[in-house]
């Protein structure tokens, strides 16, 4: 075939084919193939094909779209020398310039201004006694092994993931059906409520209606034995019109009462907060998709081990014209969408956008003390007053809105939150509880009572094993496993009046010192500092919280000032 292509080449046509028509070419003529006839084992073009269709009709004619069987074809090039990008071809040449085997077409078309083209002939003699190609079916056979093994990895990967889509399918229903036992209760208690209301008005009614009745039948009663006392004289008249008269007040004054209520009726008003908390509520959870890769730089990773090292400061003022006070920034969390939620004790909760300017507000009652992240949208306020009032104000963000949507109460004060799985971890200044999401409580965790604030904020680890809490008055870190046993206490120059802790989804923890205007990190298993990060000269005046943001490679820090401190790391 390839004769074929070089006799066309000779003659100067302008345009090289991949197949040519057979009858033309025996006429001189370069004319693209359409057809390729199985039995005659030759290729004809559009005007060729219906004069041999005439004559043979019984022959298997396959067109273009079959081209892939014009190859299979006898008398067609073996397979393994065949070229790919033209099938009729036989690759004949390598281009050292390209270092790729060629056909005469991909010469002609692609690499004729290539000066180190060589005969295939030319080039593989001795290939027999190349070490490399004796090596070669090892070789492959190795790579096979591989990548049966990776199939074989991939199928149980594959396995995995539909087991672990069964499990977090069970866990979607079971939440589902918790949402409907709760909803269930709530219009039970709901159905309750109407039933007692409509109960006690329905018993109002009878007695108004009893007392009608018993009324009318006095008047009845009275006025007939007066009727029948008429000829009876002067005296039983006179005693019978001083009873209806007393009758007649008695009832005036009961239908005076009585026309004080013109209706008993009951309205309903539900609570737009619950549509529109649900409607908020994309889904049930947030999914988080990784992949695991066999090495991946430290850099990137940013390891549990690795001490983060500052690049730079900058300050973000967060008070509002209608502040009443400076700002005193006690609590902040991140939300999924880069969002900011910050504690001003003296003024309100905040919610900034992903530049820092505030977007929105809410009022809570005095005293808030640290702002905790549910999960999606929503976060939980720290409210007590020192007095009666210890409780946690739950909000969500509906709309760009802060919106309060419920609340828990403590008997016990309430000054840090924690959210892990289905608890939440309540500090209360000497002490650490652990309560469901709905507010039973589970147990008492921890109790310190050496000092009154030996139990301040609190943080856990992302797998909820490792607990780390501020003792403010002893000025340490206490780390504790998650059934309360204390694994270490951390002291430090650097750590006078640690108030605010964070740890990271990657195990990183970070400490605020209200006394040393410090911030510092400490190692995962908060025995050791790591590093100080940042000092008053850098910006830190009196911080009361912090967290890190995966987003922007930061801390962001806040104390009593107007601005947030955002620290550059890396």
């Known amino acids: ?19 040519v028509c057979s009858p033309c070419e025996e006429d001189g003529l370069n004319t693209e193939a359409q057809y390729f006839c199985n039995q005659c084992t030759k290729y004809y073009c559009v005007n060729c094909v219906p004069v041999h269709n005439k004559l043979f009709k019984r022959h298997s004619v396959l067109d273009r779209t079959d081209k892939t069987k014009w190859a299979a074809a006898p008398g067609m090039v073996d397979v393994l020398e065949r070229c790919e990008r033209h099938p009729g071809e036989a690759l004949k040449l390598v281009c050292g310039d390209h270092d790729q085997l060629c056909c005469h077409v991909c010469v002609a078309m692609d690499h004729r201004q290539c000066s180190a083209i060589q005969h295939i002939p030319d080039v593989a003699k001795g290939i027999r006694k190349d070490p490399e190609f004796r090596q070669l079916p090892q070789r492959v056979a ?12 991939r199928k149980k990967n594959s396995s995995s993931l ?16 918790k949402i409907n036992d709760i909803l269930d209760q709530m219009e039970k208690t709901t159905v309750q409520e109407l039933d007692g209301l409509v109960a006690a008005q329905e018993l109002s009614i ?38 209806c008269e007393e009758i007649i007040k008695q009832a005036k004054e009961i239908l005076q009462n009585m026309s004080n209520v013109v209706k008993y009726n009951i309205t309903f008003r539900k609570h737009n907060g619950i549509e529109d908390y649900l409607s908020s509520m994309k889904s049930f959870g947030d999914f988080n998709q990784s992949n695991v890769f066999g090495v991946q730089p430290i850099a990137s990773l940013n390891p549990r081990d690795h001490v983060f090292a500052t690049e730079g400061y900058k300050e973000y003022n967060v008070r509002m014209s209608s502040d009443k006070s400076s700002c005193n920034i006690q609590g902040m969390c991140e939300l999924p969408g880069g969002e900011i939620v910050i504690l001003d004790r003296n003024n309100k909760v905040k919610l900034l956008d992903q530049e820092y300017r505030v977007v929105d507000h809410c009022d809570v009652p005095k005293y808030q003390h640290d702002v905790c992240h549910m999960g999606g949208n929503e976060v939980a306020v720290c409210v007590d007053n020192y007095d009666n009032r210890h409780e946690l104000h739950f909000m969500n963000i509906i709309k760009g809105k802060l919106v309060t949507t419920r609340k828990l109460s403590f008997t016990h004060r309430c000054y840090s939150a924690a959210h892990h799985g289905n608890n939440l971890y309540i500090s209360s200044g000497t002490a650490l509880y652990v309560y469901t999401t709905t507010g039973q409580l589970v147990k008492k965790l921890y109790e310190d009572k050496s000092g009154g604030n030996t139990v301040r904020n609190i943080a856990i680890s992302n797998d909820g094993k490792t607990i780390y809490i501020t003792n403010f008055s002893n000025n340490q870190i206490i780390t504790l496993d998650n059934l309360g046993n204390k694994l270490a206490t951390f ?20 400490v605020c010192c209200l006394h040393s205007d410090t911030v510092l990190q400490v190692d995962k298993d908060g025995m050791t500092k790591l590093a100080t990060l940042a000092r008053i000269q850098d910006g830190v005046y009196s911080p009361q919280d912090l967290y890190f943001s995966s987003r922007t490679s930061s801390l962001v820090v806040g104390g009593r000032k107007d601005t947030l401190l955002v620290i550059s790391v890396r």
């Open 1 to 19: 075939m390839a004769s074929k292509f070089e006799s066309s080449i000779q003659r100067g046509c302008d345009f090289i084919h991949d197949f």
């Open 206 to 243: 009878k007695k108004d209606m009893e007392s009608c009745t018993q009324m009318d039948d006095e008047l009845k009663n009275i006025i007939d034995d007066i009727q029948s006392k008429d000829s009876s004289g002067e005296p039983p008249l006179y005693i019978g019109f001083r009873k």
């Open 491 to 510: 002291t430090d120059p650097d750590l006078r009046g640690p108030y605010g802790v964070h740890s990271t989804t990657a195990g990183h923890v970070f």
């Open 142 to 153: 190795v790579l096979r092994v591989q990548i049966e093994d990776m199939k074989n990895d």
């Open 162 to 177: 539909r087991k672990t889509r069964t499990a977090i399918l069970d866990e979607i229903k079971a939440i589902r059906r």
